[in-house]
C-alpha cells in the first residue's frame, strides 16, 4: 500500500513538474507577443490622450472663435492673426504676431481678441508685427466710461489700465464698463475693461480709476487686426 501511494506521488510531482515546465514554455513563447501587445496598447491610449487634448483645445476655442468672427463681421477689411510671441526681457508689453505688410497690416493698426482691446501695431515687418499693448506705459488710447458716457484717457501701468482725467463729477462705481472712444487706431465702442478702484482726490479737477483690462494678455492667442478708422 505504501509503495502504490508513494509511486502515486511520485507521478503526480513528476505531471506537475511537466505542466510547470510547459507553462513556462509557453509563457516564453508568448512573451514577445504580449509584449508587442502592451506596446501597442500604450501607443494607442498615448494616441487617444493626445486626441483628447486636441478635441479639449477645440472645444475651448469654440467660444472665442465665434466671439473673434463677431468681431470680424464688425469690423470689414479686419486681418486674422496669432500671437506667436513675447518680449523675452518684459522691457515693453509688447508681443509678435504672424502677419505683416504683405498681409496688409500698417503701423498704428488697432488690435483686438475676442474679448476686446488688444493693443496697436507699432512695428511692422513682411512676415510679422508687433503689438503694443493696452497696458504699456507708453499706450495711451481715447476711453469712455459707458454708463454715463464720461470721457478719459486709458493708460497702460503694466498688468493693467488706469483711466485718467475724467471729471469729478463723474459718479463712478466700481464694475462700470470702460470702452474705446473714436481715435487713431481705434473706432469708439470697443470693450477696454472694468473699472476694478477708484481714484479720487479732494479739490482735484479730475478723477482717476484703476480698470481690469477685459482681455486676458497672459493667453492671447487668435486676434484680429482692425483697418485704420
Known amino acids: 500500500m505504501g509503495v502504490t501511494t508513494g509511486a502515486l506521488a511520485f507521478q503526480s510531482a513528476l505531471s506537475a513538474s511537466a505542466d510547470g515546465v510547459r507553462s513556462f514554455g509557453r509563457a516564453l513563447t508568448d512573451a514577445p507577443r504580449l509584449y508587442r501587445e502592451n506596446a501597442e496598447l500604450r501607443t494607442r491610449n498615448a494616441g487617444l490622450r493626445a486626441e483628447n487634448l486636441r478635441l479639449q483645445d477645440a472645444l475651448d476655442a469654440v467660444p472665442e472663435?465665434?466671439?473673434?468672427?463677431?468681431?470680424?463681421?464688425?469690423?470689414?477689411?479686419?486681418?486674422a492673426a496669432s500671437a506667436v510671441g513675447y518680449d523675452p526681457e518684459n522691457q515693453n508689453r509688447v508681443v509678435t504676431i504672424d502677419r505683416g505688410s504683405l498681409a496688409g497690416i500698417k503701423p498704428e493698426s488697432g488690435v483686438v481678441?475676442?474679448?476686446g482691446v488688444v493693443g496697436?501695431?507699432?512695428e511692422v515687418e513682411p512676415f510679422s508685427s508687433k503689438v503694443l499693448l493696452a497696458t504699456d506705459p507708453s499706450s495711451k488710447i481715447p476711453a469712455i466710461v459707458s454708463r454715463g458716457r464720461w470721457w478719459g484717457i486709458a493708460v497702460g501701468t503694466d498688468s493693467r489700465i488706469e483711466l485718467r482725467y475724467v471729471s469729478q463729477d463723474a459718479p463712478l462705481k466700481v464694475g462700470d464698463e470702460v470702452i474705446t472712444g473714436a481715435?487713431?487706431?481705434?473706432?469708439?465702442g470697443l470693450a477696454l475693461g472694468r473699472i476694478a478702484r477708484l481714484d479720487r482726490v479732494e479739490g482735484a479737477l479730475y478723477q482717476n480709476a484703476l480698470v481690469e483690462p477685459a482681455v486676458a494678455f497672459g493667453r492671447l492667442h487668435a486676434?484680429?487686426?482692425?483697418?485704420?478708422?
Open 65 to 79: 472663435g465665434s466671439a473673434l468672427a463677431a468681431q470680424a463681421a464688425a469690423a470689414p477689411g479686419a486681418i
Open 113 to 115: 481678441a475676442a474679448d
Open 120 to 122: 496697436r501695431v507699432i
Open 183 to 188: 481715435g487713431r487706431s481705434f473706432g469708439a
Open 223 to 229: 486676434v484680429l487686426v482692425l483697418a485704420r478708422p
